[in-house]
């Protein structure tokens, strides 16, 4: 089988394709043939080196396919089975993890990040890792969904607590986890704006149900909002930008409400005015990935068309690096996604 390789961080270059058996799944683990993967941010800093990822690793954090094989004491599995792995897990024993804030554990891993991923032909996974894909759901979305609406639903739901009627405001309305996050807050009853970059991008936020979508070049985002929300503000709003954008955040927030950041790909060195933070009383909560039990409600809400990740190239998983630099070069509304 075929499985990506990073020997050591750098360009695209050091994306290699290697010949590899195809693993033979220990006790408890689900041997999956991949039928799908897909890139996301996490992708770039890992290829281009951080401190905690361990070299030579196989990048990819989403993985959609068919049980092939099952080790000894796998009980929940067949082959055949369509399947989806979990993007994350953590240690199964301490107190995050026994209350199902895996996300929390200090042991917490992400495939392809701390732990060796899942771009490869065939993947050995542990059964608890392993979700059925319901019938609705096909291979490319599964695979667009897993990290992007983890991570987006619990920058919604379970931080930003949104409830019907709210505002809500989204940058990187056509990114993964953008979005994903207008889906999720429109389908919790919100009203959506967002921003994003050029008209085709602007499109895609539209049509995942966002009331307005704006230019974030242009410079008039935060007159917009204010002029939209009678001057209020919105309720929360979802960052991922950083640098860039936080401000305007702020200045965006309604009194009491929240920002929520799960990322900083325009930089993480951002400047924040505290004046707005404790007079105006905003929240501003950190949040990385989301809990394991999130992903079934999502494949449910995939499977009744209530979510519909946007794919927006589907390439060979061997064409990685072309994958990396559309990413890399913002050219893609939506997601692209890797089929084996
Ligand atoms: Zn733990």
Not at 46 to 59: A, E, H
Not at 151 to 166: E, H, I, N
């Amino acid at each position: 089988m075929k499985r990506i390789r990073i020997h050591h961080p750098g360009g695209p270059e050091v994306l290699t394709v290697e010949e590899t058996p195809v693993p033979a799944p220990g006790p408890g683990q689900v041997l999956i043939k991949s039928e799908a993967g897909s890139l996301n941010h996490l992708d770039l800093w890992v290829r281009k080196g951080l401190p905690f990822t361990p070299y030579p690793l196989t990048p990819g954090s989403d993985c959609a396919g068919t049980v092939h094989a099952c080790g000894r004491n796998v009980t929940r599995f067949k082959p055949g089975d369509r399947v989806v792995v979990s993007p994350g897990f953590g240690c199964r024993t301490c107190p995050h993890c026994l209350t199902g804030d895996d996300n929390l554990c200090r042991d917490y891993h992400i495939f392809g990040e701390s732990a060796d991923g899942l771009d490869a032909g065939f993947v050995t996974v542990d059964e608890h890792l392993v979700f059925l894909l319901p019938p609705e759901v096909s291979f490319s979305s599964a695979a667009a969904a897993t990290l992007t609406y983890l991570t987006a639903w619990q920058m919604v739901a379970d931080k930003g607590q949104v409830r019907p009627g709210d505002s809500v405001f989204v940058w990187g309305g056509s990114s993964g986890v953008g979005s994903a996050a207008i889906q999720i807050a429109r389908h919790l009853g919100a009203v959506v704006y967002s921003a994003a970059s050029t008209k085709e991008k602007r499109e895609v936020a539209l049509a995942c149900g966002a009331e307005a979508v704006w230019d974030y070049k242009s410079g008039s985002v935060l007159s917009e909002v204010r002029a939209l929300t009678g001057k209020r503000g919105v309720d929360l709003v979802i960052e991922h930008t950083g640098a860039d954008t936080l401000g305007t955040s702020v200045q965006m927030t309604a009194k009491g409400g929240k920002i929520v950041t799960c990322g900083a790909t325009t930089g993480w060195d951002a400047r924040l005015d505290l004046r707005h933070i404790f007079f105006r009383q905003l929240s501003l909560l950190g949040s990385t990935m989301g809990r394991q039990d999130r992903l079934p409600i999502i494949l449910n809400l995939m499977a009744s068309g209530k979510l519909r990740p946007v794919i927006g190239r589907e390439l060979s998983m061997w064409e990685i690096k072309s994958g990396h630099e559309l990413l890399e070069g913002g050219q893609v509304a939506g997601k692209i996604v890797l089929i084996p």
